[in-house]
């Protein structure tokens, strides 16, 4: 027998804030039950399940896990500034002169995620 991953959960200071804002990176949805406030929130999306819980402590070191995103309609350069624009922070760039590379961003409360190429640039080269 196997287990599956029902969800990542994610600490938070404000679960409901940030799922908002995770939503839309992954253009999910919140649970109808999440309101401002609760201790926990769902993201639901086609691609993920995401979990924020409540926590007292705050962010203070590098993330042990993390995500790699891979955008769908644009270029991994659209998404970083869709991305920006929805208030994620530049941690580090790690784009090659080439077009390979990443781009490591923070959510609004520090979480650390990255931004690889989409598949048609991949497939580009």
């Not at 799922?19 to 769902?42: H, I, K, T, Y």
């Not at 070191?61 to 644009?74: E, F, I, M, T, Y």
């Amino acid at each position: 027998m196997t287990s599956l991953i029902r969800h990542v959960t994610i600490d938070s200071a404000d679960p409901y804030n940030l799922a908002r804002f995770w939503a839309e990176v992954l253009n999910g949805s919140l649970a109808e039950d999440d309101f401002p406030g609760d201790p926990e929130a769902v993201v639901t999306s086609a691609t993920a399940t995401l979990l924020f819980v409540r926590v007292d402590d705050r962010k203070s070191v590098k993330n042990r896990v993390h995500v790699d995103l891979q955008p769908q309609d644009l270029t991994r350069d659209e998404e970083v500034e869709r991305l920006l624009s929805l208030g994620a922070t530049l941690e580090s760039d790690h784009r090659r002169p080439d077009g390979t590379g990443w781009v490591t961003l923070h959510d609004p409360e520090g979480n650390e995620f990255c931004v690889e190429r989409s598949a048609a640039e991949r497939a580009n080269g």
